[in-house]
């Protein structure tokens, strides 16, 4: 084992730049976990070792724990176990489809009991994913021309996807696309063979919403309630068009309700971020979170951003924006300072899974992206989210302090 | 810069995805400022229109107040229990949660039964008959709000002992509509009942007592017509806003005094803003602008002699219909306005069952009694004999002498058509006999000689006989005075100049117009504009009270001081020489001049005698007047033996008050308690 730290001594063995951000995002995160549920009636009473903050308080202990194990593993020795890793995590993402070993949740199956605590394999299995791709990519350049392993690449890829979207988990899911594709471009894939990728792929999803949003009623593709809604109401698709030809007024009345009620989180995460203004209402003076129009199930993790908008305005919003991008781009530097095509690869993509989630959630919020149940990476409550993300963060620095020595 | 640093790296690659993740981000930021400060003014009014509520609260209305301050109108304090739902909703939610589990445990029983009877399990299609549908489930809840509130209600009602209905359908109304403001429970509790209250209900979740001003006139029928009344009205006043989504209750004058200073008395309207959560519950209220209350009006009504003027009309006979009007022969302040039949104003502020709410207007609209008319302003009257004062005034200045005498037949024969007839008699009448025997030839004969017509018409138009006084709206009637073209036209005969001389035919007026003639008389031929409003007050001391000058003259009588002594003096033998026709209205320590009337009616051509007006037009003390009382009353027995008396009661009444004034210890309550 090389000890790195002999060979640059006057370098910082991590990046404390991107540590740095990490932590003000956690305080932030405590600040209005502790905002977004303490204003709920229901949730206020609770004992303190109960409540969301101090949870969140215990998983961030515990993701900084996970982490600094991450880290002092060399990526090298890590990438080992990255596919026993992937089919352990394949394995989660059958066995929580299966009826009693996957809890309901919200209509989906994504968790997993484990004996009293419940946890998400998706978040883990992203990450198994990058260990995985960015192994099998890190082959010489001369093997990633030939279509076999390109088309591996992609299954291992799809195998995943598949299995989240089955859950379903259209967010989770379609995260790990640009990740992969962000991976297979760095690790140096033939453009032409991307590009060939990407038109299938922009067909499909093309014709995929032509079906749902246009085409007549038999021959539209199955999908969840839920999720079809959500595609209306990004859309703005009036929903009295789908209650078919034959539909009563009553019928088109109730689905003018149900557009109403669908579209109610989307617009109310609006005029949250709005109403917060320039400078916000102040942390907990948030009228939108205290008077629970924010929805009371998603306001502490998936509309986190939501309750930080209008509580510290637009100079909170920049703050956020700054502190991921400064995390980001350390990361782009990191990936180019690898000692390795595996660090680089390993780098991009945790870099690309963190920028997709960063950009869907808070997209979401400002209805530039559909709601589809991504949390926003270090801010929002939850375990396996949490987790996942100081384990990423904790892979990035991995791959930081076992770097080419310049 | 870090962020350029990445952006122009040589790795191609490492280029393209800081490129794409930098695009990233500005794409968010913009959208952010677009959001956030772009549009931040559009998403805070949506803010507000979700979760601000406005409400309307009515001012206090101002106080009517008689001459010395005393009230007519004020306002009392009505308890009002309300139920506020935001403080149930736990409650709501914990019963429609037990019942939606009994429901599903129900229609899973009523599965297992029916899989029972057929033996199979059943399909999934025929499952869902059993299914807990969206519509079951408004159902329950509709069903447990009410539950829940309404036990609370009824539990509240045995303690106060009083049955309080809360029907479903008015209670779904206002949760659906109105659900950031309390429910009305139960209005207007009595003083037990707030003390039940507050003892044993004041911890009842969701139930609070409030506290609002009601119109109230604490002397009940006094000055009813004169006071008018309100309505319910909820409507903004000019240059209020008027989007509210709730208004409270809040009144509007109708009639009289209400109707006619509504503005000043009404106030300006506050508003409060309530903020209600997702659920539309109510979670706390900022009164962005207070009520004003509305300002005080002070009448010239001296409440002592309106009671007394009241009751003395009440008396006069069963059902009495007729008027009382004092004036204060030297500027025309009215001192007392009665009408009757009259009414309680009371009733139209308050709510009541509807049997009793339909008797009352049956009553109220009654053809016959009308108590809603302002009989002393509203109705038409023929003067009869008390006309005699200006025809006896026009001859008096055409060159009468009033001791010449005159031979009446006791009656005056028309040419050509029925005599017309006479109480008075045959004899011989000077003009102060005449006038207080009333005898009608003499003033027929008087007025029939060349040139009197055009000087009677002009009189009676210095006393602006057939035009309104203005003094309230709506509630006066010009009545009737020909003009000179009528009594010149080719259709006007003698006849109609005998009917005329003598009270009757093409005129008619009112008890006000009478008073302003008898002032008139009384005070040296000053002609007033009358005057009802002293001043108005407004809330706190800080603008100035608008005051209405007093004595404002209208016309001057325009005749001389000797003949206004000589009617004077007639007036003075017809209720102080025993056979005068006013004795009845004597009193002891003032000197009374009156005047006597008895008018017939035809009515379809025909003599009515319930129809026949009464009058009594007096002023007194004469050696120094002051007061002028004219009392009427509809199919009286006559003028002597209906109205004297009611004027005798009045200015005992007026006696008594000028010695408590003098006393400087004024007692209001005693002349109340006349009756």
Redesign the interface.
Known sequence: MIFPGINNQRQPRIDL?QLGAVLVLMLISIAFVYSATMSNDSTSGLAWYRQSYFRQMVWFTLGLGAAGVVCVIDYHALSRWAFVGYWVAILFLVAVLIPHVGSMRYGARRWVDLGGFQFQPSEFAKLAFIMAQAHFLSRPVDELRQRRIFWKAIGLMLLPFLLIMKEPDLGSGLVLLPTGL?ML??A?TPKRYLLQLISIVGILAGLFLADVLYAPPKYRLKMQEYQKSRLLVYFNRNYADYAGPDASEAERKKMREQQFNDSLNVRQA??A??????TGKGWRNG??NA???LPQAGKHNDFIFSVI?EEK??FG??IV?TL???I???G??I??QARDRLG?LLA?GV??LL?SH??IN??MN?R?MPVTGVPLPLLSYGGSSVLGSLIAIGMLQNVHIYRKAY | MLIFDQLKKDDPQLRFLAVMVFGGMVVLLAGLWWVQVVSAGYYQDKLETQSLRSVRIPAVRGKILDRDGRPLAENRPSYNINLYLEDLSAKFQAAYATALTQTRKGLAFQMAAQEKRLNRELTKQEKKQFAVTLKIKNDLQEQTHYEVSSNIVADVGARLEQNIPLAQKDFQRHYDKARAIPLPVLANLNSTQVARFEEQSIHTPGMDMDIQSLRYYPNNTTAAHLLGYLARNNDSSEGEPAEYNYRMDDYTGLTGIEKLLDKELRGTAGAKSVLVNNLGYRQRETVWSPAEPGQNVVLTIDLDIQKASEVALQEAQANARGAVVVMDARNGDVLAMASNPTYDPNFFAERHDPATSAKMWEYLNDKNLRPQWNRAMQENYAPGSIFKIVVGLAALEQGLNPEETFHSLGYFPMPGRKPIGDTAGAGDFNFSRALAKSSNPYFITQALKPGMLPKIISVGQRLHLGERTGLLPRQETPGHFPSLNDVAASSWRDGDTANFSIGQGPIVVTPLQMAVMIAAVANGGKVFQPRLLTRIEPYGATEAAQSFPEGQLRDTLGVSARSLRIVREAMLADVESPEGTGHAAAIPGWRIAGKTGTAEVERNGKKDRSAKNTWFVSFAPVENPRYVVVATVEGGASGGLTCAPIAHKVYLAIQQREQQRDKKAPKPETLAQMR
């Open positions: 730049v962000a471009l760095a140096g609006l005029i971020a709005g109403s917060g203004g320039l009228q939108q008077l629970g129009f908008a305005g637009f919003s920049v924006i991921y991008s400064v980001l781009f350390t782009i530097r990936a180019g680089k991009v870099v690309t920028f960063v950009f808070i997209g400002i530039i």
